[in-house]
């Protein structure tokens, strides 16, 4: 077989010709063509060696023949492959065999011939509304490994001086045979069809992101705040309607400070209690003016017996909501449920602690640590409430409540378990002889 490495492909006259005898051009005039779904306006056709690398660019509305189409010299041609005509053909041959293999000169060469059309861009050429017409060239080796299909042709002799080849003789033709291939994706640019597409999106990203919710819901309860509220502000806000709505303020008593950690609830807490023992204090000094004789429009004791200012003892009770008398001996005394005739579950055993003076006629009440609040009434005033460990001294007629549970409204107070304290004095009964057994006093 012989080739010409110096001729070349043209598409006026093409030397070499595919198996179906359709010359290189003719492949690449439809480009002009109008197809059915969108018009081809005259595109550039881009030629890719064997790695992927441009190797040359064509332009169909160009005017020179030779770089209007794809114009390329056998070797040349046979290279976008990777291959040469003198390159060794990788036959199969016996494992002993140590000689040279042939070239594709010798056993031909099929190249198969890719052209992809498109009018899209790819995403790394970021020019995404460029809709330009363009094809792209490979060139791919086919019969690697084998011979190429020889095409035969008989040759008679009836020349004189071949008079002893007078049968004739057969060749065989081996030579480059290219296959077309035609492929790629065109399109028009459609309205309809984004405005589906971005609905499309939008309706998978919300399933997406519903499913995922509903599942974060389940997982833990701080989802939604991680998700949607990291920075807490709507939190704030809700936290704020929701205390104007029930306390008035946009704030809750443990967030509004009056000094450094000390919240307006423990401050009140605090001024309540000061409130509470001052009006003791106050109670106890009209007491005592009283029984100093400098105030006695305000005495209580020595309204029951004039004497009670030199009284040295009282008998000190507790008169319960059964009119039952609990009294107190001067020692540490507990009164809760069972006491009085109370027998609310409301109601702790030990509710609170009493420990009565004998000697004034006064108790102490302290607040033990239950989970109900007390409540004291001191001089007839208003309930006033004792938790754990507050400490009130109370004086007759004062009332203690076992359950005190306070309302907005100060007529809707609920008191369980009330209780009375008196005291009574007791006189030092002795004889008239000052002696204890009936005897005169001064014997001779």
């Known amino acids: 077989m012989r080739t010409s490495p110096e001729r070349r492909f043209s598409p006026p006259t093409p030397r070499f010709q595919s198996p179906t005898s359709t010359p290189l051009n003719s492949h690449l005039t439809p480009l002009n063509s109008t197809p059915t779904f969108a018009r081809m306006e005259r595109p550039k056709v881009f030629v890719l060696d064997s790695t992927g690398k441009l190797d040359n660019t064509f332009s169909t509305s160009s005017t020179n023949l030779y770089t209007q189409y794809p114009n390329y010299t056998v070797a040349a041609f046979a290279a976008l492959s990777g291959y040469t005509l003198d390159t060794e053909n990788s036959l199969t041959v016996s494992d002993t065999f140590t000689g040279n293999l042939p070239v594709y000169r010798l056993t031909g060469m099929e190249l198969s011939v890719n052209v992809d059309f498109s009018n899209f861009r790819a995403i790394n050429e970021y020019d995404p509304f460029n809709f330009d017409d363009h094809a792209t060239m490979t060139v791919r080796l086919i019969n690697g490994g084998d011979f190429v299909s020889p095409e035969y042709k008989n040759v008679d002799f009836n020349a004189a001086t071949l008079e002893a080849a007078t049968a004739g003789a057969t060749y065989e033709f081996r030579g480059v045979y290219l296959d077309f ?51 807490g502000e709507r939190q704030h806000i809700e936290h704020m309607i929701l205390n104007m709505e029930t306390n008035g303020v946009p704030f809750r008593h443990d967030d509004f400070q009056v000094m450094p950690n000390v919240s307006i609830r423990d401050f009140l807490k605090v001024l309540q209690r000061d409130i509470v023992k001052l009006s003791t204090l106050a109670h106890h000094m009209s007491r005592d003016l009283s029984a100093a004789g400098l105030n006695r429009h305000t005495m209580e004791i020595a309204q029951i017996d004039a004497s009670a200012v030199k009284a040295a003892r009282f008998v000190c009770v507790l008169i319960g909501p059964d009119r039952s008398e609990l009294f107190l001996t001067g020692g540490p005394q507990t009164l809760g449920r069972g006491h ?105």
């Open 181 to 231: 291939q035609s492929s790629g994706l065109m399109g028009v640019f459609d309205w309809y069809t984004m405005i589906v597409a971005i609905i499309a999106c939008f309706v998978l990203i919300g399933i997406a992101t519903s499913v995922m919710d509903v599942l974060g819901a389940f997982v833990y309860d701080s989802f939604k705040n991680d998700k949607y509220e990291d920075d």
């Open 340 to 444: 009085g005739g109370m027998h609310s579950k409301k109601i702790s055993h030990k509710q609170l602690s009493v420990i009565a003076n004998t000697h004034t006629g006064a108790a102490l009440v302290r607040g033990l640590p239950t989970k109900n609040c007390s409540g004291v009434a001191l001089g007839g005033g208003p309930w006033q409430t004792l938790t754990e460990n507050d400490e009130v001294e109370i004086m007759n007629g004062d009332m203690i409540g076992l359950v005190l549970e306070e309302a907005a409204d100060e007529d809707e107070t609920m008191v369980e378990g009330v209780f009375m304290f008196k005291a009574y004095p007791q006189e030092d009964k002795k004889s008239e002889g000052g002696g204890w057994f009936g005897g005169g006093g001064n014997r001779a």
